[in-house]
């Protein structure tokens, strides 16, 4: 083999001498045959010197092999974990925002409620305002008619002891005054002070 060799190598010297730059462009079936025997040489070098080389490249490319496996599977297991997580959380994220959608709802409920509530209390405040404030009209037109009863019978008493000039008795003022009375429609007045408030 070594005879192989000696004899190769000036061949292969003036071959790469005749084609001084293209030989790496286009090789020449001596500079193949070099680059194939070189190749085995080494192969078998490191096969069967001891087989140390070898199988520390063979070692250490199993090492690598099992080192990317282990990633992909370990990429892979990541992937689903977070495709899950991710699944979980849209989920969760829909069950939030209906839930949001649901209190929403709860609270427009509520204050509508409130809203209808306070407004009807109202309506009971004024009802009760406006009937507060019926009787006391009623109050007051009650007492003006009994003032002006009174002052009518006054007047009444008086004109009469002027145009008569004397003074008149306990009984005939009485009378007197039930006349003067009797004349004037009080309930007219109570009824139209009534009828304009309404």
Do not use: C
């Not at 040489?41 to 496996?69: C, D, H, M, P, Y």
């Not at 145009?163 to 006349?179: F, I, S």
């Amino acid at each position: 083999m070594i005879d192989l060799l000696v004899t190769a190598l000036p061949l292969a010297a003036a071959a790469a001498e005749e084609e001084s730059g293209n030989f790496l462009v286009m090789p020449s079936t001596g500079m193949m045959i070099w680059t194939l025997l070189t190749f085995g040489i080494t192969f078998l070098v490191l096969k069967f010197a001891g087989g140390f080389g070898f199988q520390r490249i063979t070692e250490s490319l199993e090492r690598r092999q099992n080192l990317i496996a282990d990633s992909i599977k370990h990429a892979e297991q990541t992937r689903t974990e977070a495709d899950d997580l991710l699944a979980e959380y849209r989920q969760r994220l829909t069950e939030a925002r209906s839930q949001a959608d649901e209190i929403v709802d709860r609270a427009r409920k509520a204050a509508d409620q409130r809203e209808a509530d306070a407004l009807e209390a109202a309506k009971v405040e004024r009802e009760q305002l406006l009937e507060q404030t019926r009787h006391e009209i009623a109050l007051e037109t009650q007492k003006s008619l009994q003032d002006l009863r009174r002052e009518v019978a006054s007047l009444t008493v008086q004109a009469t002891e002027k145009v008569t000039r004397k003074t008149l008795t306990a009984d005939d003022q009485q009378r007197l005054v039930e006349e003067a009375l009797g004349e004037v429609d009080f309930s007219a007045l109570a009824g139209g002070r009534n009828g304009s408030q309404n």
